[in-house]
């Protein structure tokens, strides 16, 4: 059985102003029904599709213009919504059940914002992909020809691997298309060795190779916008409360395509020289690690997480293998003797074993720790299982 990774392609649309008028009543009655679905789903305590169906959809098709196969996503919408909710529920995500959110969440209606994204299959979507246009269910009828821009990458995958639904998202007055796309994951090659990678603040990757990744130009650019949010914090109008949004929105933007950026150089770097990607499970650090109160916005702020998954995907996209190690004292503990104590990293750059002598940078030294560990996972998990005695 071939495994899959499930990839969302981004694309822009060009519509003209009336197609564009179009698409927003559509977007906007979508998220009205899908609330009015959810008020009939709480007060009746609706939560099956099928009942539910049968509850609104008679009232979605005259009320808020919906023909059949949107009135069935906007229910659709509303049960996966409530899903969602019970399974945040369950694992805690909301507080305890005497907590003021976790009440909030489930003595109320789940409501829909008017430009929420509003999913579209097969049937209400259809894709033009050498003229670059799509043909789409609105309000006003079906709308034909409306135009999309992408990448000649993206447009591939559109081509070849575009499955299910659609997302139709208004973001800052541009309309988007966010297609799901199921590649065939290729089966991992046997590593000759493995790249490890230390994760970090001023340096966001550091492989065992040498190579380094620094976030110092990142983390200046989130200074200088740490700055402008201070300001337009400090004047609290309405205008700079929508520019807050849209500064948020666009470093949030430019973090993520700095992790591309890094996950795709040590991937291509792994592929081509036959090795696997090894990186520090990082899970809970936020919660281990006590810092200063002015580094605290940092950590908090900081793309750790995304880092590694965008490493996860890519390597699993090009058949690399990849490894999370335990990341206890990776950057204490010496490569050549073992030896771990504190005072091995006698400053955030520079590590000196204080039993063999060992020196170097500390970052590659940790990266050397993971591709060590990496090497004792696998070969474990490779070792041959040794035959019943008879």
Same mark, same amino acid.
């Given at each position: 059985?071939?495994?899959?990774?499930?990839?969302?392609?981004?694309?822009?649309?060009?519509?003209?102003?009336?197609?564009?008028?179009?698409?927003?009543?559509?977007?906007?009655?979508?998220?009205?029904?899908?609330?009015?679905?959810?008020?009939?789903?709480?007060?009746?305590?609706?939560?099956?599709?099928?009942?539910?169906?049968?509850?609104?959809?008679?009232?979605?098709?005259?009320?808020?213009?919906?023909?059949?196969?949107?009135?069935?996503?906007?229910?659709?919408?509303?049960?996966?919504?409530?899903?969602?909710?019970?399974?945040?529920?369950?694992?805690?995500?909301?507080?305890?059940?005497?907590?003021?959110?976790?009440?909030?969440?489930?003595?109320?209606?789940?409501?829909?914002?008017?430009?929420?994204?509003?999913?579209?299959?097969?049937?209400?979507?259809?894709?033009?992909?050498?003229?670059?246009?799509?043909?789409?269910?609105?309000?006003?009828?079906?709308?034909?020809?409306?135009?999309?821009?992408?990448?000649?990458?993206?447009?591939?995958?559109?081509?070849?691997?575009?499955?299910?639904?659609?997302?139709?998202?208004?973001?800052?007055?541009?309309?988007?298309?966010?297609?799901?796309?199921?590649?065939?994951?290729?089966?991992?090659?046997?590593?000759?060795?493995?790249?490890?990678?230390?994760?970090?603040?001023?340096?966001?990757?550091?492989?065992?190779?040498?190579? !380094?990744?620094?976030? @110092?130009?990142?983390? /200046?650019? *989130? #200074?200088?916008?740490?700055?402008?949010? =201070?300001?337009?914090? &400090?004047?609290?109008?309405?205008?700079?409360?929508?520019?807050?949004?849209?500064?948020?929105?666009?470093?949030?933007?430019?973090?993520?395509?700095?992790?591309?950026?890094?996950?795709?150089?040590?991937?291509?770097?792994?592929?081509?020289?036959?090795?696997?990607?090894?990186?520090?499970?990082?899970?809970?650090?936020?919660?281990?690690?006590?810092?200063?109160?002015?580094?605290?916005?940092?950590?908090?702020?900081?793309?750790?997480?995304?880092?590694?998954?965008?490493?996860?995907?890519?390597?699993?996209?090009?058949?690399?293998?990849?490894?999370?190690?335990?990341?206890?004292?990776?950057?204490?503990?010496?490569?050549?003797?073992?030896?771990?104590?504190?005072? !091995?990293?006698?400053? @955030?750059?520079?590590? /000196?074993? *204080? #039993?063999?002598?060992?020196?170097?940078? =500390?970052?590659?030294? &940790?990266?050397?720790?993971?591709?060590?560990?990496?090497?004792?996972?696998?070969?474990?998990?490779?070792?041959?299982?040794?035959?019943?005695?008879?």
């Amino acid at each position: 059985m071939v495994d899959h990774v499930k990839l969302v392609v981004q694309v822009k649309l060009l519509p003209t102003p009336a197609q564009a008028s179009a698409l927003e009543a559509t977007l906007r009655n979508c998220n009205r029904a899908a609330t009015y679905a959810s008020h009939v789903a709480f007060t009746k305590k609706l939560k099956d599709r099928n009942g539910l169906q049968k509850a609104v959809y008679a009232d979605l098709k005259a009320l808020f213009g919906l023909s059949a196969q949107p009135a069935v996503r906007a229910v659709k919408k509303v049960v996966d919504a409530y899903a969602t909710l019970k399974a945040n529920l369950q694992a805690g995500n909301l507080g305890s059940p005497t907590s003021k959110r976790h009440r909030t969440a489930v003595g109320n209606p789940i409501g829909f914002r008017p430009e929420a994204a509003q999913p579209f299959d097969d049937r209400c979507l259809s894709w033009q992909y050498d003229a670059r246009t799509v043909s789409i269910w609105t309000v006003a009828g079906r709308m034909k020809d409306v135009r999309f821009a992408c990448s000649p990458d993206q447009l591939k995958t559109l081509v070849q691997y575009r499955k299910g639904e659609s997302d139709l998202v208004r973001r800052g007055g541009t309309w988007f298309l966010i297609a799901t796309c199921d590649i065939p994951e290729p089966e991992p090659y046997q590593p000759a060795d493995w790249i490890g990678v230390d994760r970090g603040i001023v340096n966001l990757a550091t492989t065992s190779d040498g190579t !380094n990744h620094q976030g @110092r130009r990142l983390g /200046r650019y *989130r #200074r200088w916008q740490a700055r402008k949010r =201070a300001e337009l914090q &400090a004047k609290q109008t309405r205008s700079a409360t929508r520019r807050l949004a849209r500064r948020a929105r666009k470093e949030k933007r430019h973090a993520t395509q700095v992790n591309h950026r890094i996950s795709k150089k040590i991937v291509s770097v792994a592929q081509r020289t036959g090795r696997g990607i090894a990186i520090e499970e990082l899970g809970g650090i936020r919660e281990r690690v006590r810092l200063r109160r002015d580094q605290r916005g940092t950590l908090s702020s900081w793309p750790f997480h995304q880092l590694g998954q965008h490493l996860a995907y890519k390597a699993r996209k090009a058949g690399v293998p990849f490894l999370e190690v335990d990341a206890a004292h990776t950057s204490q503990r010496c490569p050549r003797c073992g030896h771990t104590e504190r005072a !091995n990293r006698p400053t @955030r750059d520079h590590f /000196r074993c *204080r #039993r063999c002598g060992l020196a170097g940078p =500390a970052d590659v030294v &940790a990266g050397v720790n993971v591709r060590n560990r990496a090497r004792s996972v696998w070969a474990f998990v490779t070792m041959p299982v040794p035959a019943p005695a008879e």
